[in-house]
């Protein structure tokens, strides 16, 4: 297990050297964070089926296995809850609220490494 979650450190820094994730500075309460930016091409998502695609690639960037598996099977199960979705906007307020759900876990399991 020790050796899967090296490896998955290392693709991780190894996608940061080469510019695959984008790093954001902010200032909070006189303090500079640093935080994780979404994947590339978070702004492109537009319909369910593309918001699917990128959570899960979200997913493969997780520490572990463990952690990559409990959150594609909760990304599989909301779809599944909104499957019968048909309204425009409530689908647009969907996408942008996971996104921003998958910036918060991606920040999480950043600061946690």
């Known amino acids: 297990m020790q050796g899967e979650a090296a490896d998955d450190v290392l693709g991780f820094q190894k996608g940061m050297e080469q510019g695959f994730v984008e790093r954001i ?10 935080r994780m930016a979404p994947l590339p091409g978070a702004e492109l998502v537009q319909r369910p089926l593309q ?26 199960q909301s779809f599944r809850v909104h499957s019968d979705e048909d309204n425009p906007e409530r689908i647009q307020q969907i996408i942008k609220r996971a996104i921003e759900d998958a910036d918060w876990i991606m920040n999480k399991y950043k600061k946690q490494n």
């Open 25 to 34: 500075e902010e200032y909070w309460m006189g303090q500079k964070v640093s």
């Open 51 to 76: 918001l699917y695609r990128y959570l899960l690639r979200c997913c493969r960037r997780l520490p572990t296995k463990g952690i990559q598996q409990h959150y594609k099977h909760a990304v599989r």
